[in-house]
């Protein structure tokens, strides 16, 4: 059940189209163990359907010794979470064999990371679940999920023109919305998403030649965001940033998208103030720099010294599907969650915290979801058909 017209329209299609490696999580976390398990997964089935993506590779840059301090950091975890083919670049030199405009002192070459167009895996998918007898019901937003009464079909869920479907389990994947379609089965109202729009600029086509890679900062580990970088594209753009400021509604991509329930919802969440008078002056700079755009190209500088501010134009947005805990902090790991009584508590799953590399991991979480619905929901063998 899909409440838009269309397959990929928000979450999957509004990402940077990039297929992590796993350099970046926590040795032991999910993130780390399905982001890698997740990008190989994807390669495979790409290969397997004739999927284009492109291994264009991605550089960490250290542009200053506290960050080379932090890069070793990195390097270590990419070895821990099983990452292949790292290369610790030693020199601005190394850095130039792979991206001769890139500035820094030291880098990670992440060989095995990729680019792809996640909206053409979604729609393969799809036609897998066709082909095996699913169907995919379009414009069909969910209002309800209860239970019906029934012992074959204890699930009844409620759509928004009252049609009603029964089903035996039922699996949630609701992006932007998953804190209130997981409230539906009695499930807490935090963590909360909080959505958090990131624009890009877009480099001009004359100017492309400039990055061949995506590159990438090290971390800030006192910042809730990463960070600027550069984004090669499968239609042959470079996308660059992005930015972390406050949509006004959970699927608002312009400042003119607003629904002032769900701003109200944000801005009156201890957790959401709590982030902001941690972070006020990062939070003041982004919204500057999202108003102002030439001054987010003096971050890309930093990297690229050569781009200007003419090289680049406002380019698309995307809004995090992020779940922030009432202390302010986001949650650093994906969650998955479901009733804690009654019939619904071994019926209906919830993916509630599934931001980047979600994309990447999703195959690994379907794969891991499965395991978790036969284990906990008593279901028998299911039948894996990609």
Same mark, same amino acid.
């Given at each position: 059940?899909?409440k838009e017209?269309?397959?990929?329209?928000?979450q999957?299609?509004h990402?940077?189209g990039v297929?992590?490696?796993g350099?970046?999580?926590?040795?032991?976390? *999910?993130? %780390? +163990?399905?982001?890698?398990?997740?990008?190989? !997964?994807?390669? &495979?089935?790409c290969?397997?359907?004739?999927?284009?993506?492109?291994?264009v590779?991605?550089?960490i840059v250290?542009?200053d010794?506290e960050?080379?301090?932090?890069?070793?950091?990195?390097?270590e975890?990419g070895?821990a979470?099983g990452?292949?083919n790292?290369?610790?670049?030693?020199?601005q030199?190394g850095?130039?064999k792979f991206?001769?405009e890139?500035?820094g002192?030291k880098a990670?070459?992440s060989?095995?990371?990729?680019?792809?167009?996640?909206k053409?895996?979604?729609k393969s998918?799809?036609n897998?679940?066709?082909d095996?007898?699913?169907e995919?019901r379009?414009?069909?937003?969910?209002?309800a999920?209860e239970?019906?009464g029934r012992t074959?079909?204890?699930?009844?869920?409620?759509d928004?023109?009252?049609?009603v *479907?029964? %089903? +035996?389990?039922?699996?949630?994947?609701?992006g !932007?919305h998953? &804190?209130k379609?997981?409230?539906?089965?009695?499930?807490?109202?935090?963590p909360?998403?909080?959505?958090?729009?990131?624009?890009?600029?877009?480099l001009?086509?004359?100017?492309?030649?400039?990055?061949?890679?995506?590159i990438?900062?090290?971390?800030?580990p006192?910042m809730?965001?990463l960070g600027?970088h550069?984004?090669?594209?499968?239609?042959?753009?470079v996308?660059?940033?992005?930015n972390a400021?406050?949509?006004?509604?959970?699927?608002?991509?312009s400042?003119?998208?607003?629904?002032?329930?769900?701003l109200?919802?944000s801005?009156?969440y201890s957790?959401?103030?709590?982030?902001?008078?941690k972070?006020?002056?990062?939070?003041m700079g982004?919204?500057?720099r999202?108003?102002?755009w030439?001054l987010?190209?003096k971050? *890309?500088q930093?990297?690229?010294?050569?781009?200007k501010i003419e090289?680049c134009?406002?380019?698309?947005?995307g809004v995090r599907?992020q779940a922030?805990?009432?202390?302010g902090?986001?949650l650093?790991d994906f969650y998955?969650d479901?009733?804690?009584?009654?019939?619904?508590?071994d019926k209906v799953l919830h993916?509630?915290?599934c931001?980047?590399?979600?994309?990447?991991?999703?195959?690994?979480?379907?794969k891991?979801?499965?395991?978790?619905m036969t284990?906990?929901?008593?279901?028998?063998e299911?039948?894996?058909?990609c």
């Amino acid at each position: 059940m899909e409440k838009e017209k269309d397959l990929g329209i928000h979450q999957t299609g509004h990402n940077s189209g990039v297929i992590h490696a796993g350099i970046y999580y926590l040795p032991g976390s *999910l993130k %780390a +163990k399905l982001c890698v398990e997740g990008g190989k !997964l994807i390669m &495979d089935h790409c290969d397997k359907k004739n999927i284009p993506y492109k291994k264009v590779g991605k550089l960490i840059v250290a542009t200053d010794e506290e960050e080379v301090e932090y890069l070793k950091v990195l390097y270590e975890r990419g070895l821990a979470n099983g990452v292949k083919n790292m290369e610790f670049i030693e020199s601005q030199e190394g850095i130039h064999k792979f991206e001769p405009e890139c500035r820094g002192l030291k880098a990670i070459w992440s060989p095995n990371t990729a680019i792809i167009d996640f909206k053409n895996l979604a729609k393969s998918h799809a036609n897998d679940f066709h082909d095996n007898g699913g169907e995919i019901r379009l414009r069909t937003e969910v209002t309800a999920i209860e239970e019906s009464g029934r012992t074959d079909y204890p699930v009844r869920v409620v759509d928004r023109m009252k049609h009603v *479907l029964v %089903a +035996k389990y039922v699996l949630s994947c609701a992006g !932007l919305h998953s &804190d209130k379609i997981s409230m539906l089965t009695g499930c807490p109202r935090n963590p909360r998403i909080v959505p958090f729009r990131g624009e890009y600029l877009l480099l001009k086509p004359a100017k492309t030649k400039m990055v061949k890679c995506n590159i990438y900062p090290v971390p800030n580990p006192k910042m809730p965001f990463l960070g600027v970088h550069f984004t090669p594209r499968m239609d042959g753009n470079v996308w660059l940033g992005p930015n972390a400021v406050l949509a006004y509604k959970r699927e608002g991509y312009s400042y003119l998208d607003i629904n002032l329930l769900e701003l109200l919802d944000s801005l009156t969440y201890s957790g959401f103030i709590t982030l902001c008078l941690k972070n006020l002056k990062y939070g003041m700079g982004e919204m500057t720099r999202s108003i102002i755009w030439p001054l987010q190209v003096k971050k *890309l500088q930093k990297y690229i010294p050569n781009i200007k501010i003419e090289d680049c134009s406002r380019g698309p947005a995307g809004v995090r599907a992020q779940a922030l805990a009432p202390d302010g902090s986001l949650l650093e790991d994906f969650y998955f969650d479901k009733s804690r009584t009654g019939t619904l508590k071994d019926k209906v799953l919830h993916c509630r915290n599934c931001p980047s590399p979600g994309a990447t991991s999703s195959m690994a979480i379907a794969k891991m979801l499965v395991e978790k619905m036969t284990k906990e929901f008593g279901l028998g063998e299911l039948k894996k058909i990609c």
